[in-house]
């Protein structure tokens, strides 16, 4: 099994080292390698899109030609996961924040992202989130973090905070507005890894 980390701009190695250690804790054999075009994103079974600047990876994912494909593949069911700045790309619509910026959003969930939804007064922050399907508490690590603002349709909130959704899925795809790849804690990825494993496209 190969996952792919879109290594354009933002936190790409920490991603893959996470999902290194899942792959480790579940015995599974993988590998997790960094996607910078279209040659490597055909070889993964799964995709993590990262945090970082939202508006810059928009337009390096334009710019690369991996934007339609990234959309090809989310309807083929490939499991993908977007974080933080990756979660702002996954909606179907931004805030005032995301259109003043010309984001080009995926638009692939039914969702509506507010970015820099915590203050700048609380840049970053770490909170336990209870998550829906965990038997204990995560540790979250959020920075300069979106919030999920409304869901609608398919949509279906996994975690929230401050009566913000935080964490939310959609069939295939996965949305996080803090940074799961900061943590020791593997169980986020892990959601992705058992998708991936459990689907056939
Ligand atoms: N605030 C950033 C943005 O809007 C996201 C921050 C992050 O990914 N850590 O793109």
């Known amino acids: 099994m190969k996952v792919g980390v ?3 701009q933002g936190a790409v190695s920490e991603h893959i080292e996470a999902v290194k250690r899942a792959f480790l ?31 810059t990876i928009s337009r390096l994912i334009e710019k690369s030609g991996l934007s339609q494909m990234i959309k090809d593949k989310a ?22 924040e995301v259109n003043k910026t010309d984001t080009n959003l995926l638009g692939l969930m039914d969702m509506k992202v507010a970015r820099n939804a915590f203050g700048r007064q609380r840049e970053s ?20 973090a979106p919030a999920i603002e409304k869901i609608w349709s398919e949509c279906e909130t996994l975690a929230t ?12 795809l996965i949305a996080a507005a803090f940074h799961p790849e900061l943590t020791n804690d593997t169980r ?4 992705l890894l058992n998708m991936i494993m459990n689907v056939d496209f």
């Open 6 to 8: 879109i290594a354009l």
């Open 25 to 55: 804790e579940m015995d599974v054999k993988g590998e997790a390698i960094q996607v910078k075009g279209k040659r490597e994103l055909k070889e993964v079974q799964g995709l993590i899109i990262p945090g970082g600047e939202s508006t």
């Open 75 to 96: 309807f083929a069911k490939m499991p993908i996961m977007g974080t933080c700045a990756g979660c702002i790309l996954l909606a179907k619509e931004g805030d005032l």
């Open 125 to 144: 922050f770490e909170t336990k989130l209870e998550i829906k399907g965990f038997d204990s508490p995560y540790k979250a690590v959020f920075i300069r």
């Open 161 to 172: 905070f401050e009566d913000k959704i935080v964490l939310a899925r959609q069939d295939n």
């Open 188 to 191: 986020v990825h892990k959601l």
